[in-house]
């Protein structure tokens, strides 16, 4: 029989570096969930995207146990390795920070395709170009047409 779920906790955290401190600790004892068992499981799961940001969502039933979905890092994150910049643009709209290539905004939208609610690498595609764009960050060229 299937366990009763309580909540949802939805957490960004280091890959291979979850620990008792906020954000954690907090947010899973207040709900009563063993954070100690949190942290080694995710760690256990995480070492191989050491030092990445890591969206997590966590799934707590009334018995106090738990399970969790790891998903890829956020498309800004991703944009920034790429650019090899440490933040965005203040005004997006004026100061231009950087420039990508499309393949380079393929290569992001097929690895977060999993987590978008799109059907085609063009749409992914476009997303990617969007949060590149709110973030100062250029495209070069002109969109591939065929994907």
Avoid: H
């Amino acid at each position: 029989m299937a366990k009763e779920v309580a909540g949802l906790i939805k957490l960004q955290i280091k890959g291979g570096a979850a620990n008792p401190s906020p954000p954690v600790g907090p947010a899973l004892g207040s709900k009563g969930i063993n954070i100690m068992e949190f942290c080694k499981q995710f760690n256990a799961r995480t070492q191989d995207k050491a030092g990445k940001i890591l969206p997590v969502v966590i799934t707590y039933y009334v018995d106090k146990s738990f399970d969790f979905v790891v998903k890829t890092p956020p498309v800004a994150i991703q944009l920034l390795e790429v650019a090899k910049l440490k933040s965005g643009s203040a005004e997006p709209n004026r100061v231009k920070v950087s420039e990508l290539t499309w393949d380079q905004i393929r290569t992001i939208a097929q690895d977060k395709m999993v987590d978008l609610n799109c059907f085609t690498v063009g749409a992914a595609m476009t997303m990617v170009a969007g949060t590149a764009r709110s973030m100062g960050i250029t495209v070069k060229g002109e969109f591939p047409v065929n994907n």
